[in-house]
T-cell receptor, first 113, second 113 residues
Framework: AQSVSQHNHHVILSEAASLELGCNYS??????LFWYVQYPGQHLQLLLK??????LVKGIKGFEAEFIKSKFSFNLRKPSVQWSDTAEYFC???????????FGDGTTLTVKP | EAQVTQNPRYLITVTGKKLTVTCSQN?????MSWYRQDPGLGLRQIYY???????DKGDVPEGYKVSRKEKRNFPLILESPSPNQTSLYFC????????????FGQGTRLTVV
């Protein structure tokens, strides 16, 4: 069965600090990988996605993620966070064969001004 | 405007009283899915559908039913709701064969008393 593990449940940073959120998944087949963001009281929105090709993908708002196949990882990074990045972040795996999607438990990011 | 519409946004009901949460998308997506979001547990997939008349169980299908009679609609049915189904529910849709991300509805906050 596929699963997604996010390493940090709650991260607190000061503005301008660098961010890295860990995500590991377990599934040996073809997957699509995503990071979604959920701002307080809102629905999930896509930050970035990986389907194939360059393992370093860039998303909106200065976020990027690197797919490392050998480590089954898809870590999210941002060089300098802003107060407006305060939100919950979800890593997700979509199994293209079975059609099943699995989300991580989420990481709550709090950025202090 | 491309969107996924859920109704109602908020619902308080009593144990055992059947209810339906509707989900409709206007993007001609083949794939639709229901999730529940609970604190500390992330999003868990309830049911998904890869096309009309095709539905499959996700990770937490017990106590729920779905149907996919039309491409645009994917209602979630709780035949006999119980308090442990109190949660925030999201519907999502995406293309099946093209690599795209999921588009999420605004969410339905359900309370079963």
């Amino acid at each position: 069965a596929q699963s997604v593990s996010q390493h940090n449940h709650h991260v607190i940073l000061s503005e301008a600090a660098s961010l890295e959120l860990g995500c590991n998944y377990s599934y040996g087949g073809t997957v699509n990988l995503f990071w979604y963001v959920q701002y307080p009281g809102q629905h999930l929105q896509l930050l970035l996605k990986y389907f194939s090709g360059d393992p370093l993908v860039k998303g909106i708002k200065g976020f990027e993620a690197e797919f490392i196949k050998s480590k089954f990882s898809f870590n999210l990074r941002k060089p300098s966070v802003q107060w407006s990045d305060t939100a919950e972040y979800f890593c997700a795996v979509h199994n293209t064969n079975a059609g099943k999607s699995t989300f991580g438990d989420g990481t709550t990011l709090t950025v202090k001004p | 405007e491309a969107q996924v519409t859920q109704n109602p946004r908020y619902l308080i009901t009593v144990t055992g009283k059947k209810l339906t949460v509707t989900c409709s998308q206007n993007m001609n997506h083949e794939y639709m899915s229901w999730y529940r979001q609970d604190p500390g547990l992330g999003l868990r997939q309830i049911y998904y559908s890869m096309n009309v008349e095709v539905t499959d169980k996700g990770d937490v299908p017990e106590g729920y039913k779905v149907s996919r009679k039309e491409k645009r609609n994917f209602p979630l049915i709780l035949e006999s709701p119980s308090p442990n189904q109190t949660s925030l529910y999201f519907c999502a849709s995406s293309h099946r064969d093209r690599n795209t991300e999921a588009f999420f509805g605004q969410g339905t906050r359900l309370t079963v008393v």
